[in-house]
């Protein structure tokens, strides 16, 4: 069975930074697009940032120039560097595995707040 477990969330100030992983048991996480969705609340939910197996990465709109997503295949995790974080970034956030032909699978959320 695949687990996705997240850690690095939590309250920051405006202009702060933090740093998300996400590690994977249970499959071959190399083989996986992983990557980070968020959702606030009484929005939709949207995609944050994806990372091929090959390392190939997209952003969402909103983030790109301050978020960085990379990947440490013999770690099985992925992670998410947030810089110059802004209160429209308070929003839970999902880390994702997706292959093609294959079942997708998602964490269980970890809340950032960005407030002062």
């Known amino acids: 069975q695949v687990q996705l477990v997240e850690s690095g969330g939590g309250l920051v100030q405006p202009g702060g930074s933090l740093r998300l992983s996400c590690a994977a048991s249970g499959t071959i996480f190399s083989l996986y697009v992983m990557g980070w969705y968020r959702q606030a609340p009484g929005k939709q939910r949207e995609l944050v940032a994806a990372i091929s197996s090959g390392g190939t990465t997209d952003y969402g709109e909103d983030v790109k120039g301050r978020f960085t997503i990379s990947r440490d295949n013999a770690k099985s995790t992925v992670y998410l560097q947030m810089n110059s974080l802004k209160p429209e970034d308070t929003a839970v956030y999902y880390c994702?595995?997706?292959?093609?032909?294959?079942?997708?699978?998602w964490g269980q959320g970890t809340q950032v707040t960005v407030s002062s």
């Open positions: 994702f595995a997706r292959r093609t032909n294959y079942n997708s699978y």
